[in-house]
């Protein structure tokens, strides 16, 4: 019979990285805490996790790159809120970091968790990031646990 590979969520032993933009600093202290969270209930030590901020979720693709090629992180936590307003500004933000991300996880071979809001409004952005609809923070700690685990079972690099 063929393995089959399912990631864990331990966390002991492995490090992690959390890039989280200061823009709409509201939201997204909220999904950072959520990240937090997540990865200490889940044997991740508070010393091995960074954190650097950004100035907004379009420049988290570079800075998770740079985390990345360290060869620190077992996986990397990227948390943003990007808000639509009345200009197209929305969406050449929301794309470019969601884009960039996916670049860096695969240039890298680092997992990206990908934990950038794109709503409407504050309040759907609140809602995400710890009131109705969970925390996307903490779900993004989740999925990065998962993916360094199941590299890590796999092997190679």
Not at 59 to 77: H, Q
Not at 87 to 105: D, L
Not at 136 to 153: H, I, P, Q, S, Y
């Amino acid at each position: 019979m063929s393995p089959e590979y399912r990631g864990a969520y331990n966390g002991e032993g492995l490090h992690f990285a959390i890039v989280v933009s200061r823009f709409n600093e509201l939201v997204t202290a909220r999904l950072l805490d959520g990240a937090r969270d997540a990865l200490s209930s889940h044997g991740v030590q508070e010393r091995d996790v960074d954190v650097v901020w950004t100035p907004g979720a379009f420049e988290i693709p570079l800075v998770a790159k740079r985390l990345a090629e360290t060869g620190r992180y077992a996986a990397i936590v990227c948390l943003g809120a990007v808000i639509r307003g009345e200009t197209p500004h929305f969406e050449y933000v929301s794309s470019g970091a969601v884009n960039g991300i996916a670049q860096v996880t695969l240039q890298t071979n680092v997992p990206m968790a990908m934990g950038i809001l794109t709503t409407n409004d504050v309040a759907q952005a609140l809602e995400r990031a710890g009131s109705k609809a969970g925390n996307k923070g903490f779900d993004a700690a989740m999925t990065a646990l998962e993916m360094a685990n199941v590299l890590r079972d796999i092997g190679g690099r």
